[in-house]
């Protein structure tokens, strides 16, 4: 069955520019972070290192000059994604929702042979998703919670009337997180689940990987 697979996913792209280390997160309380959700720190050095390791993928690419110009906002779209992760899984606590190794794998393995192989995944969620290849997990793991919190709640989310329930689930998630972003990066915004100055809207990204839906997991 072929259908685009929709995700909370909000990888989009950016520069990957040295910031300094900040001194402040919206307050002088946060020295270094990037972010505080839930009381949990994202340091800058986390968002920087995530995005550094985008780039030594990318430069490694045919086409690294194309990938590094395309990829505009990537600090921005990867502490826009640290975030969204720890509300997802607050929002996947709430419903009573987890996700085993297991079915990590098993969708790693049903995308791969989707793409052609382990190699050609990691070309594709590189070139589309700007995820590194020591990424890759994680991000299924998303995946594989969203999809998991979409049942959980009853709904399909390849439906409009599912995906309103879903982010409203986040929604609430995220007020509940008090989210306190440094404001070099702009702030939260908890109705679309994503940094103010960083559009990507969660809910329109497409998942890295388009054609059959995986048998296992999501």
């Not at 975030?83 to 393995?109: T, Y």
């Not at 070309?123 to 589309?128: A, E, G, H, N, W």
């Not at 997180?177 to 109705?191: A, E, F, T």
Request: glycine share 8%; with cysteine.
């Amino acid at each position: 069955m072929h259908r685009r697979r929709r995700t909370a996913l909000a990888l989009s792209a950016a520069t990957l520019l040295a910031a300094p280390l900040l001194t402040a997160c919206g307050s002088e309380a946060h020295p270094g972070a990037a972010a505080v959700v839930g009381g949990d720190r994202i340091d800058v050095a986390t968002v920087q290192s995530q995005a550094a390791d985008v780039r030594s993928a990318q430069q490694e690419s045919e086409q690294a000059e194309e990938a590094v110009t395309k990829s505009g906002q990537l600090i921005r779209a990867k502490l826009s994604g640290l975030i969204l992760g720890k509300v997802l899984d607050r929002a996947a606590e709430d419903a009573g929702v987890s996700v085993s190794r297991k079915e990590v794998q098993q969708i790693r393995s049903a995308f791969a042979e989707q793409s052609g192989g382990d190699e050609g995944l990691r070309t594709r969620m590189l070139d589309q998703s700007w995820v590194a290849p020591g990424q890759i997990e994680e991000t299924l793991r998303t995946e594989v919670q969203l999809q998991k919190l979409a049942q959980a709640l009853g709904v399909d989310l390849q439906s409009p009337e599912g995906m309103q329930a879903v982010g409203e689930a986040l929604t609430e998630a995220s007020k509940a997180l008090h989210i306190d972003v440094n404001p070099r990066y702009g702030s939260w915004d908890n109705q679309k689940v994503q940094l103010s100055t960083y559009k990507a809207p969660w809910i329109n990204q497409v998942t890295p990987v388009r054609g059959q839906e995986p048998e296992a997991g999501a």
